[in-house]
């Protein structure tokens, strides 16, 4: 095992129903700690500059539109394989097919608006990290 950072978004159905707290304790019960994290409004420049890699799926517009329809918390996560660990605390990414306690299981509305985002491997992750945070605002 060893100590990984990962990259997570607190979408905008958990900031329009005030659950970011919730959703913050599940990450740290689950044994990760917030080494980064900011409140933004997402632009329409960073939404389709973050989810280039889904431009071609015919959800694209759809979850652009939903990441700028309100705020967001971007953050940064470290832990003992953060990256897989995030992911299984996460639940799947339809909360229909998540596991009962995991984050998208408790609290998701849809696969479109499920709560969370986290990195899926650790060259993403090192992408989506620098995306939003400049080394000097992570402090682990
Ligand atoms: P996320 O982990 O943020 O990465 C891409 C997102 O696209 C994903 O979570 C979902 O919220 C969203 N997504 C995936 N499939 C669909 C879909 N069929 N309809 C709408 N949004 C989707």
Redesign the pocket.
Known sequence: MALERTFS?I?PDATRRNITGKVIAKLEEGGLRVVAQKRIHMTREQAEGF?AV?RE???FG??VDFMMSGPVVVQVLEGEDAIKRNREIMGD?NPKDASPGTIRAEFAES????TV??SDAPETAAVEIKFFFTDAEIVG
Do not use: A
């Not at 696969?111 to 499920?114: A, F, T």
């Open positions: 978004i979408k989810y889904h799926r015919p959800f759809e979850l990414t696969i479109g608006e499920n985002h986290g």
